[in-house]
């Protein structure tokens, strides 16, 4: 079992739609969560970032963490075009480090 | 305000030989991290380096080393270059834990694409 598994996808969406993003890991020690937003040839872009359990919300990006399950979510309201790209979560133990486990991704399209 | 920059975007080697790759980190930040992407996959932590040391590694082979420089740039060298090395070279800046600035919050680069033919 991989330490941090995610949907596959690739997922295609009008645009418009409520897109969700799920993660599952192993691990209960993680304590940080991140998502990061990848477009083809580009590094990473960090999107949401949440510590422990809870929602976070950012514009149209709404990031949930439950801890007891073991399972994070990233929700994208009224998608765009623009947000076609492959979507990285990503956890580490603690603050003191930057030993980021990131999930193998999943790719969305938004389809005009 | 500069980001992470990376240099160079793109390069071949032949299997066998060495390869060094530069990032110089995000203004203000003084951490920086490697990962390894390879296609289709999420990045994989290589190591970081903070105040000129490497302080954690990730679980890849004596080949691969790094190094920082006083004004926080990094370089990741890997030699005896295997087929399966090619991959996108990723480099992560933050500020150094424990400072309470946020050392989670990672900015990454562009990346190298590195093929080894």
């Known amino acids: 079992q991989k330490e941090v598994e995610q949907d596959p996808g690739p997922l295609s969406v009008p645009e418009g739609a409520i897109v969700s993003l799920n993660c599952t890991y192993s691990n209960s020690a993680f304590q940080y969560f991140m998502w990061y937003r990848q477009y083809s040839r580009k590094g990473p872009e960090l999107l949401m970032y949440t510590y422990s359990s809870g929602n976070k919300e950012d514009g149209r990006f709404t990031a949930q963490v439950d801890k007891s399950s073991k399972y994070i979510s990233l929700f994208i309201r009224d998608s765009q075009p623009s947000d076609s790209a492959t979507y990285l979560c990503?956890?580490?133990?603690?603050?003191?480090?930057?030993?980021?486990?990131f999930g193998p991704g999943t790719r969305l399209s938004v389809l005009p | 305000d500069a980001g992470v920059t990376q240099s160079p975007t793109h390069l071949i080697k032949t299997r066998g030989q060495q390869v060094t790759l530069r990032c110089s980190p995000k203004s203000g930040h003084d951490t920086v991290s490697w990962y390894q992407q390879a296609l289709g996959q999420g990045p994989q932590f290589i190591f970081q380096?903070?105040?000129?040391?490497?302080?954690q590694r990730g679980n890849f082979p004596d080949r691969f080393s790094g190094h920082q420089f006083p004004n926080y740039s990094s370089e990741l060298n890997v030699n005896a270059l295997l087929l399966g090395d090619s991959a996108l070279y990723l480099c992560a800046s933050s500020f150094r834990p424990g400072t309470g600035l946020g050392s989670t919050e990672a900015f990454f680069g562009q990346g190298t694409r590195l093929t080894v033919v």
């Open positions: 380096y903070y105040e000129e040391e490497e302080r």
């Open positions: 990503a956890m580490t133990l603690d603050n003191y480090g930057q030993n980021f486990v």
